[in-house]
């Protein structure tokens, strides 16, 4: 059975061989990082809006050998929107979002493009090309087909709020200016169906909208307002993604149990991560389970930071055996395989699935 085959399965809520492995993402030092535990032979560190295009190349190529060395049945890719320099320590992308790079990966939008009804009626979506995916059909060839390469389009959330350059503005715009706050949504909703249906023009076989909508406490906004607001963006992307048979997976951060009935509702066919400072797996899966896949769960910010490489195999232990029975689990971080993540913690956590994540799962 190849990756994309066993991620396929559990992607559908079945039981291939034995439990997927998968990861959203590797920043550039921990691709580093990781091949060093098998090789010397790795590039520089450099951040990603630093590198010439060779420099990018061979980054890629690490993370090609890292998959392949961790044995990975997918792995996760951005779409290359195009950043340029603007300033020191400060990028512009395609949409015209100025933001501060950062080594964790996540870079801060520091300067959105619009702001009133005018901004928003002025504004030239940029046009989704087949560049925006080179990477991922790179990956695709590479693979021989063979694992799961999943792309990560816009989210209209996360659109939303970087169009306005800063998300305190984007949350009380619900309540100042609703309809200026529908139409940014609709915009990116619309930019991320762009990108879906680019995509899949393309041969892209799986997407993820990465938008964090919830703090450890609960959701950034009420139930209702994200009922009113953002899921019908949400559900519009999932239908456009379906439409091209390309299945969707909803990835945020923090506890979304009260969410996770309306990203059922929408149809996303997986939930990443199920973050365990907030969240229960076993209760996850009894929600979740016959409706969608359950991605995730494996402590970023502690266990794999700070635990030992026995801490992790008991910790990937354990999450086997409450998230596997019966299939529509796979494995991965609760997060991303970031820069403060031991590299050997890595290995161990895949190490780990492999090692208990053979069907029938003792329970």
């Known amino acids: 059975m190849t990756g994309k085959q066993r991620f396929d399965i559990a992607l559908k809520g079945g039981q291939p061989d034995r439990v997927p492995l998968w990861e959203l993402a590797f920043i550039e030092s921990s691709i580093i990082g990781i091949a060093k535990q098998f090789t010397d032979d790795v590039p520089p560190f450099k951040l990603l809006h630093e590198m010439d295009p060779n420099e990018v190349l061979a980054l890629?190529?690490?993370?090609?050998?890292?998959?392949?060395?961790?044995?990975?049945?997918?792995?996760?890719?951005?779409?290359?929107?195009?950043?340029?320099?603007?300033?020191?320590?400060?990028?512009?992308?395609?949409?015209?979002?100025?933001?501060?790079?950062?080594?964790?990966?996540?870079?801060?939008?520091?300067?959105?493009?619009?702001?009133?009804?005018?901004?928003?009626?002025?504004f030239k979506k940029p046009r989704v090309d087949e560049t925006w995916f080179m990477a991922a059909k790179f990956a695709q060839v590479y693979f021989k087909g063979e694992r799961a390469v999943v792309v990560m389009p816009p989210d209209p959330w996360k659109l939303y709020w970087s169009l306005l350059g800063d998300m305190t503005r984007a949350l009380m715009l619900f309540y100042d200016d609703p309809e200026l706050a529908r139409g940014i949504l609709n915009l990116a909703a619309d930019i991320c169906i762009d990108a879906i249906n680019a995509g899949a023009d393309c041969g892209i076989e799986y997407f993820c909208l990465t938008g964090d909508l919830a703090m450890n406490s609960g959701p950034m906004m009420s139930p209702d307002t994200f009922r009113e607001f953002i899921k019908p963006c949400y559900a519009r992307a999932v239908q456009a993604s379906h439409a091209r048979g390309v299945p969707i997976i909803k990835h945020s951060c923090g506890d979304t149990v009260r969410l996770l009935e309306d990203f059922l509702d929408c149809g996303f066919d997986g939930i990443h991560p199920i973050q365990p400072q907030c969240m229960d797996i076993a209760e996850a899966k009894r929600i979740i389970a016959g409706r969608a896949a359950v991605l995730g769960n494996i402590d970023c910010i502690d266990l794999l930071p700070s635990g030992s490489t026995d801490d992790v195999d008991r910790a990937v232990r354990d999450t086997i055996a409450k998230a596997a029975p019966g299939g529509g689990y796979i494995l991965a971080s609760a997060n991303s395989i970031h820069k403060d993540v031991r590299p050997e913690n890595a290995v161990a956590m895949f190490r780990a699935g492999r090692k208990y994540g053979a069907y029938p799962i003792n329970e």
């Open 60 to 122: 890629l190529r690490a993370l090609f050998f890292v998959v392949e060395k961790l044995d990975l049945d997918g792995f996760t890719l951005p779409v290359q929107s195009g950043n340029e320099p603007v300033a020191e320590n400060r990028v512009r992308d395609k949409f015209g979002i100025v933001y501060i790079p950062s080594d964790n990966g996540l870079a801060l939008p520091v300067q959105g493009v619009i702001t009133s009804h005018e901004e928003l009626k002025n």
